[in-house]
């Protein structure tokens, strides 16, 4: 129950609260654990989709943030390439273990 109060509250400041960050760490709801933890070492802004989502309310709302930098975890399957917008970097690898020693060594 706590977690669901917690996800509201989250989306709510989202929607109501704009974000004004200028680096956007993008991934999908499977790395989401790596997007929160990579996103709050840079001070950035966590965005995720769904997997493998290519739906335009998501590549229009990215767009909307205005980032100067964009960082993708994960590979083309789980952000598809249409989220390679502006400056961007993707960490990918072959499973979730080497894309997260990828995010260490870039951090």
Known sequence: MRKYLYLIL????IIICPSTAKT???GSDQ??????????HLNATPFIIPWGSTDK???NKLKSI???????VGGKYSVPKCF??????RFAGKNRVECRLKQFNFS
């Open 31 to 40: 790395d989401k654990t790596l997007v929160y933890q990579l996103s709050e």
């Open 66 to 72: 205005n980032a100067t930098e964009i960082i993708i």
């Open 57 to 59: 309310k998501y590549i």
């Open 10 to 13: 989250f989306l709510f400041l």
């Open 84 to 89: 390679n917008i502006g400056n961007y970097k």
């Open 24 to 26: 956007v760490v993008i």
